[in-house]
């Protein structure tokens, strides 16, 4: 099922705000927008309704003759990331416009947050799926390792699926139902409660519900 619309950011870090009653509640700060329609495609032409938007400039020295040509219609510039999102009617939006947080979002809605995990590299499975592993004491040879994988007799072979060590993180996800608790517009910034998929300057995709 696509997106629907929403507006790229970047992780800044975070910290904690005080509700009225004085609990502390853990936030995340992001900096989104503004993001620059550089496209838009109707259902007549490309068979669906979407806007293409740009976040984060680029220097122009950076970019390659295609980028530009791509962009020069947006009159902005270049960016970094170019991100697709669904809308209902792409004749409402034109090339050129500056989408911000206000333009989408107020303060108390509940959002989808998109973004690539932290990647940890080649990890066991005690790491990465959280087993118990074997016995400490001494004279087990047995402390961080699987155990035993495939089956006997039948079906005579490892079942695909089977939790093992590999590679951890480093893979999109989405955190669904998170809540907006401020928004600096004129700094472009978005304050969500708890935690957020990523490392810091992170892209992360901000979807309205």
Not at 12 to 22: E, K, N
Not at 146 to 155: E, F, K, L, T
Not at 175 to 191: A, F, G, M
């Amino acid at each position: 099922m696509p997106k629907t619309l929403g507006i790229l950011g970047k992780k800044v870090g975070m910290t904690r705000v005080y509700s009225d009653d004085g609990t502390a509640l853990p936030v995340t700060v992001v900096e989104a927008g503004p993001c620059v329609v550089l496209q838009t495609k109707s259902v007549a032409k490309e068979g669906y309704s979407a806007i293409q938007v740009g976040f984060d400039s680029k220097k122009e020295s950076r970019m390659n003759k295609p980028a530009k040509g791509h962009s020069a219609a947006g009159g902005k510039g270049g960016f970094y990331h170019i991100k697709e999102f669904r809308v209902k009617d792409s004749s409402q939006y034109e090339i050129g416009q500056e989408i911000r947080i206000s333009d989408i979002f107020k303060i108390g809605d509940i959002v989808d947050v998109s973004g690539i995990t932290k990647g940890r590299g080649f990890q066991g499975v005690m790491k990465r799926h959280g087993f118990s592993g074997g016995n400490k004491t001494h004279g087990s040879m047995f402390h961080r390792a699987p155990g035993s994988i495939g089956c006997s007799a039948w079906p005579s072979r490892v079942v695909k699926g089977k939790k093992m060590p590999g590679r951890m993180g480093n893979k999109l996800v989405t955190k669904k139902n998170v809540i907006i608790l401020d928004i600096r517009d004129e700094d472009n910034v978005l304050v969500v409660k708890g935690s957020l998929p990523g490392s810091i300057t992170g892209l992360l995709q901000i979807y309205s519900k």
